[in-house]
């Protein structure tokens, strides 16, 4: 998926083949540790024609080659999560700097003194909406509040499912803003049909949004959504309150996200096994109590680090400065 958003942006992009080994079964195994062999092939040639002052990196296992071919460029490593996934806990061993989200992170990682606390960066694309220039171009109003439905950057199929059933007593409440994931649009658009027209003119359904996920961000009096690591920027960024569903299959990393949140007031955690019964009294609670929704609101904008882009960018432009400094030195 990457490619598509990166070369939208008409950003350069060079794509390797890698794998994961972590829970991989013992059949898939050998072809994955191929691939990864073959990446980090590929990735020396690209190190080697593009000769980088600084390496770069937020984790996953496709950073793994790049970094064993990169081993003698300066690194710095970001961690997204609050929790290091396992390729970020071996790059951060040799990594010049460390980047974190939250403070939190801090107890994963040992080498304390490479460790700079910057928060979420964002991008500005995402970050130039206010409230009523977004609700302009999402057609919303005013007249009700704005509940913001979505999952990863492929969408959330339990969620979208939880959803169907209880569109009907949400929109009685508020404007939904649903962005299913193009995988899911479809099926949630044969779903849509199914609303009373009364009902339909309050629905705004969206496979998924580019530059306009800041206006949805925005816009929103209340979000349902994943605990991935954007939702540490994006809803403390947008004062977003959030009723956030950890995706199971990622629990650990997404709980931990969550519990920031949550632990700060800023939101409440449901799992995604439990959302056919706590997903409807939880949301009609909230949207029906805006005392207690600007109480969240104010928590989470406690937590916003609306620097964060520019901080990151600093200390990856004075880690590659020291390859240019030793070069110049040598000579």
């Known amino acids: ?46 190190v ?10 937020t984790g996953g296992y496709l950073s793994v080659p790049v970094a064993l071919a990169a081993r003698h460029v300066p690194s710095v490593v970001f961690i997204p999560d609050i929790e290091p996934g396992l390729a970020l806990k071996v790059l951060m061993k040799y990594a010049d700097r460390i980047l974190t989200s939250t403070a939190e992170s801090g107890q994963f990682i040992r080498r304390k003194s490479k460790v700079t606390l910057c928060g979420y960066p964002l991008r500005k694309e995402v970050t130039r909406w206010k409230k009523d220039a977004a609700r302009r171009e999402l057609a919303l109003t005013d007249a009700l509040p704005v509940l913001l439905v979505f999952g990863g950057s492929k969408g959330a199929q ?26 899911n649009y479809q099926e949630t658009q044969q779903n849509a049909q199914t609303l009373p027209d009364t009902l339909k003119k309050r629905y705004h359904l969206f496979p998924y949004l580019h530059e306009t996920m800041g206006a949805a961000l925005a816009a929103a009096d209340l979000a349902v959504c994943r605990a991935g ?18 995706y199971p299959h990622a629990w650990h990393y997404q709980k931990n996200n969550a519990d920031h949140l949550a632990n700060s007031g800023a939101a409440v955690i449901l799992r995604d096994e439990d959302m056919a019964n706590s997903l409807r009294p939880t949301v009609l609670d909230l949207l029906y109590d805006p ?9 989470m904008r406690s937590l916003a680090t609306p620097d964060a882009a520019q901080k990151i960018g600093q200390i990856v432009m004075e880690t590659g400065m020291k390859k240019k400094k030793q070069k110049g030195a040598a000579a």
Do not use: C, W
């Open 291 to 299: 005392q207690r929704l600007q109480t969240m609101q104010t928590a």
């Open 48 to 57: 080697h024609s593009f000769q980088p002052d600084v390496f770069f990196s």
């Open 1 to 46: 998926m990457e490619t598509e958003l990166i070369t939208r942006l008409s950003i350069p992009y060079k794509a390797i083949p890698a794998a994961g080994l972590h829970g991989v079964s013992l059949q898939k195994l050998p072809g994955n540790i191929s691939k990864l062999v073959r990446g980090y092939q590929e990735a020396e040639m690209i």
């Open 158 to 183: 339990s969620i979208n499912r939880a959803l169907y059933p209880l569109l009907p007593d949400f929109l009685k409440a508020a404007q939904v803003v649903h962005i299913s994931g193009s995988d």
């Open 229 to 246: 690591a954007s939702t540490l920027g994006e809803l403390p960024f947008f004062n977003l309150p959030a009723i956030l569903v950890p």
